[in-house]
């Protein structure tokens, strides 16, 4: 304490309120192929639907990554995945001038990060794109943009033709000049002078049918050539003569809800024209299942830079789609360019709001659809670098349990070793080859298992977890039964076990070790003799018991030579343990190194142990941390030791029951009984 040299009191207050924290040891990690997501980021899961809301719907090459985070989900509420893509992924996009990007390499913006860092480059030079897809695939193709001009509504004229009454269709033919531009799609309202309205249900383009492609049509400039037939849901109730005035009120202006042209911010500064509202739609139906379906929308945005809304937040369309947007990025801030399939819209820039907007007559509603997006499956040394290796720094991300999926035989040892091996506080879980049990009779798909095991995959690791093999179960998304590794599910167990009782209970058995989803199992070691032979290479059967469903029937780690840490149960407390004990300890940092620390530390550690002992982890335990092992010699290196002893409680794998009959005037006293 520092010393006065006056009169007063001081207060000093001292805490000896630390104790042995609650640490996460549930949480999964995974690095796998899927078609949607931020990219090379650690992304917290906490359920099947959100995975695929984030990361996109299960595909015949994606399904093993998909079904094994979905089915550790299925028993736990906290995965940590890493989405990984081939190196020729790239996100989908558009052009101001309604062409992709020409250059190289190819457009990836592979999160939000890297759109901040790196991504907004895309939008400057010869080849500046307008939107760009979130990330990286093919499910952007899928993406249409609609820019929607105020309240949806512009003016147009019938052109040479008049309309008759009676007819189910109204011919549009161009004059000359780009001012004749018009856009038209199915659904919208047309309204006449005289009040007259009636809905497009069709278009066609020089006599054929193009209603039902996925693109809005439009008609060239240049004399009666290219021209649009517009097919009505009806009759034309009253004849239109050539000339006259009608407007067209846009199907996709019919999910805006405002009916304004211009923002209060432009009011506010004496500008006008600036509203737009931004509807993103599936053209295809790969997203929503619904062609044309709503994907996202967002109403009244501005077209001037340094546009605010009410509470100060920007309005201009681009910030609020980069902030707010699931599925687009918008790059170009030129969407006003003449020659551009945008025309008609004036350019706003950061000096300030401009007197007026101007709209293209006929284009009250524009829109692009994004090409060019594409993904590939990654090669193991992709999943390793951009993937895997995320979960190598302890401190970094916390994760304790790893599906390995269908990991390759020469990816799977490359974890364990890299990540489990050295962070020393998680396990990875694998399963064998799908060649090896399916379409197989029993006795090859176990001859093949023990081939892998011994030959292929030759790991002897107790932070490694090895089950027998795959099962059938049913993909909701596209109605088909596929094959699915069972790591994810062992896993799960491994999850669902500690919150049921504890990390050191074991997830094999009757009580906890019931499999989910399944349909069956692709190879079924029901005989004594298969899980003998697997049990003695530590594979974990997994086992299909009539009337009792699928079981997991081990709790071996892949840890060859004999001891406490060959299952699953002794591993998991032990991390528990020392991640528990290992975070209190950091605040004896820097501390004296006295009687008095070193019994700080055994009144932190002690109490803790007492409680894991009646959870029934550990049968008993001794604590050391006195002179006996802090000598003189190590307190001078700066060092502290504490000698943590444990019993750890061992799981039954091996029941024998002993039963005697004896005749009918025997004591049992004399049997001893």
Request: proline share 3%.
């Amino acid at each position: 304490m520092a010393f006065r040299v006056s009169p007063g009191v001081s207060i000093k207050e001292t805490d000896l309120t630390t104790i042995v924290p609650a640490v996460a040891t549930t949480p999964g990690g995974f690095a796998g192929y899927f078609h949607w997501g931020p990219v090379e980021e650690v992304t917290t899961v906490t359920n099947e639907k959100e995975l695929a809301n984030i990361f996109g719907k299960p595909s015949n090459v994606n399904y093993a990554d998909f079904f094994t985070v979905a089915n550790f989900l299925a028993y736990g509420n906290n995965m940590q995945v890493v989405r990984v893509t081939g190196s020729t992924g790239a996100n989908s996009q558009i052009k101001i001038d309604g062409t992709t990007h020409a250059g190289t390499p190819n457009v990836i913006i592979k999160n939000e990060t890297d759109f901040y860092a790196n991504g907004q480059t895309y939008g400057t030079g010869a080849n500046a794109i307008l939107f760009a897809g979130k990330y990286p695939g093919v499910l952007g193709n899928s993406l249409k943009v609609v820019l929607v001009n105020g309240s949806g509504t512009t003016g147009a004229t019938l052109t040479a033709v008049a309309a008759n009454q009676g007819q189910t269709y109204i011919e549009i033919h161009q004059g000359s000049g780009a001012a004749q531009v018009r856009y038209f799609s199915k659904g919208d309202d047309l309204t006449f002078v005289d009040g007259t309205t009636v809905t497009l249900s069709g278009i066609q383009r020089d006599g054929l049918d193009v209603s039902s492609s996925n693109f809005d049509f439009f008609g060239q400039t240049g004399g009666t050539s290219n021209s649009l037939r517009l097919v009505l849901d009806g009759y034309l109730p009253v004849g239109q003569a050539a000339g006259s005035t009608l407007t067209i009120k846009s199907a996709y202006a019919k999910q805006i809800s405002t009916t304004a042209t211009t923002t209060q911010f432009a009011a506010d500064n004496s500008g006008s024209g600036d509203l737009v509202s931004v509807i993103v739609l599936d053209k295809d139906g790969t997203l929503t299942g619904v062609q044309n379906g709503l994907v996202e929308k967002f109403e009244a945005l501005s077209r001037a830079s340094n546009a605010k809304k009410g509470d100060g937040s920007s309005n201009y369309y681009r910030d609020v789609l980069n902030d707010q947007s699931q599925y687009l990025w918008a790059l170009s801030a030129d969407i006003g360019s003449t020659t551009s399939r945008l025309a008609g819209y004036t350019l706003w820039t950061a000096l300030g709001v401009p007197s007026s907007a101007t709209t293209t007559v006929g284009a009250g509603v524009n829109s692009v659809s994004l090409r060019a997006g594409s993904d590939v499956a990654p090669t193991d040394s992709i999943r390793w670098q951009n993937g895997w290796s995320k979960f190598v720094d302890a401190d970094g991300v916390d994760v304790s349990l790893l599906p390995l999926g269908n990991a390759s035989s020469t990816l799977a040892p490359i974890i364990v070793q890299n990540v489990c091996e050295k962070r020393l506080d998680c396990m990875a879980f694998l399963s064998p080859r799908q060649t090896d049990v399916e379409n197989t009779q029993s006795y090859q798909a176990l001859n093949n298992i023990k081939t892998y095991r011994d030959s292929v995959l030759n790991l002897n690791s107790s932070y490694a977890v090895m089950d027998s093999g795959w099962k059938y179960q049913l993909d909701t998304y596209n109605n088909i039964i596929r094959a699915v590794p069972l790591n994810g599910d062992i896993a799960g167990l491994v999850a669902r076990t500690e919150f049921t009782n504890d990390a050191w209970f074991s997830p094999a058995g009757y009580n906890r070790g019931q499999i989910k989803n399944v349909v069956k199992i692709l190879y079924n070691p029901a005989s004594d003799a298969h899980r003998d032979e697997l049990y003695t290479r530590q594979v974990n059967p997994v086992v299909s018991f009539p009337g009792d469903g699928v079981i997991l029937f081990g709790d071996k780690t892949m840890q060859t030579r004999p001891s406490a840490f060959d299952r699953i149960n002794v591993r998991r407390l032990f991390i528990v343990l020392e991640k528990a004990i290992a975070t209190a300890s950091k605040f004896f940092l820097f501390e004296q190194n006295d009687a008095f620390t070193r019994a700080q530390f055994k009144n932190l550690v002690v109490p803790f142990l007492r409680t894991v002992q009646q959870r029934r982890g550990i049968t008993d335990f001794k604590v050391v941390c006195d002179e006996t092992n802090n000598t003189g010699e190590v307190i001078d290196r700066n060092e502290f030791v504490a000698d943590i002893f444990i019993k750890p409680t061992r799981s039954i794998n091996f029941i024998q029951l002993n039963f005697v009959a004896t005749k009918t005037g025997v004591d049992f006293s004399e049997v001893g009984g």
